[in-house]
């Protein structure tokens, strides 16, 4: 699966937890994002990408109380098949649903090892760098 997600935990902040197989995930998420940085709930089309905002479905927030929002920037060909938030939501959100309830509630941000282990082992999960 190759996207780019960028998240929040309860604790932590804005954090890359998969990085789309991108040395640097940054410039990508910013060209997908560029313009709609506060948009609470989004999806827009980026030539082969798809950008996806939405808030935590099961309403989970940060120790401010904020809903902790999800940012996805989502390649081809799993791109192909979102055409909306909802699509989003059905088709990308069970692919990170379980990784993020393994992570979000972690007191400190989540190291490289936490994230591989949060995805079953894949050695390419992701990173902990800051958005």
Same mark, same amino acid.
């Given at each position: 699966?190759?996207?780019?997600?960028?998240?929040? #935990?309860?604790?932590?902040?804005?954090?890359? %937890?998969?990085?789309? #197989? /991108?040395? *640097?995930?940054?410039? @990508? $998420?910013?060209?997908?994002?560029?313009?709609?940085?506060?948009?609470?709930?989004? $999806?827009?089309?980026?030539?082969?990408?798809? @950008?996806?905002?939405?808030?935590d479905?099961?309403?989970?927030?940060?120790?401010? #109380?904020?809903?902790?929002?999800?940012?996805?920037?989502?390649?081809?060909? %799993?791109?192909?098949?979102?055409?909306?938030?909802?699509?989003?939501?059905?088709?990308?959100?069970?692919?990170?649903?379980?990784? /993020?309830?393994?992570?979000?509630?972690?007191?400190?941000?989540p190291?490289?090892? *936490? %994230?591989?282990?949060?995805?079953?082992?894949?050695?390419?999960?992701?990173?902990?760098?800051?958005?």
């Amino acid at each position: 699966m190759s996207l780019i997600w960028a998240t929040r #935990g309860r604790s932590w902040g804005f954090r890359f %937890l998969r990085d789309g #197989g /991108f040395t *640097d995930p940054l410039p @990508a $998420y910013e060209r997908a994002f560029a313009g709609i940085e506060s948009e609470p709930t989004m $999806y827009r089309r980026v030539g082969k990408q798809v @950008a996806l905002r939405f808030p935590d479905p099961k309403d989970r927030c940060d120790e401010a #109380g904020r809903v902790i929002p999800h940012d996805i920037v989502v390649m081809s060909p %799993l791109a192909d098949d979102v055409r909306s938030v909802e699509d989003g939501q059905r088709i990308v959100w069970p692919l990170l649903a379980e990784a /993020f309830a393994r992570l979000w509630d972690l007191p400190r941000p989540p190291s490289a090892s *936490d %994230l591989r282990e949060a995805v079953d082992g894949d050695p390419s999960s992701g990173t902990s760098r800051s958005a």
